[in-house]
């Protein structure tokens, strides 16, 4: 069992599952060479895989290639299925950001042939979260920026308006193909600037100045 933090709080909130949307921002998809998607493409990662904010990630022997996705990632506060927009809004409960470490040697092999991208994405430490804000606390309005630094440089810097679906239009979609439950966060994909880490890199992500996540590569 694994939980995430509320920011200038004692809560605790037990992880549910953690569902992860792909290519939801123009030219990440681009970079990538892939197609825009009439859907989100969503896919799942274990809790089993997270790590937080002062903690190391490690990469697997099998992969040469690591990168960083900097992501908002939303925590679901009600149980939902088939939900509108309307009660998507209100079953977002907190905001945090989140690392989606992806091995992309492995990814690559994977998508050619037409494999899922479980091995890519589910390795141990593939996932770190910060502490998580409430959305009672703070109100998101998409122009805040996500950032992304490696070794004090910015690898990864865009405003959340360039997603192409945007936060309710993920969870209204996403409750359709399953239900969400309490405790549940949702990954709403990275935007441009992915790239290769090494031993030694020191990642620090950020959303504005709201939350901020720090860690290294062993
Ligand atoms: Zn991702």
Redesign the pocket.
Known sequence: MKTIKIKNSNKEITIGKIV???RNYAEHVQELGNTIPEKPVVFLKPVSSVIYSGDEIVCPAFSNDMHH?S?LVLLIGENIKNADLEISENAITGYGIGL?M?LRDVQSELKKKGHPWTIA?CFDTSTVLSEFIEKSAYQLSLDETISLKVNDEFRQKDQLNKMLFKPAEIVQYISTLMTLEKGDLI?T??PKGVSKVVSGDKLVAQLDGLIKLECSVR
């Open positions: 992860c949307v792909g996705e992501e989606d992806t994405k990954f994909g990275t």
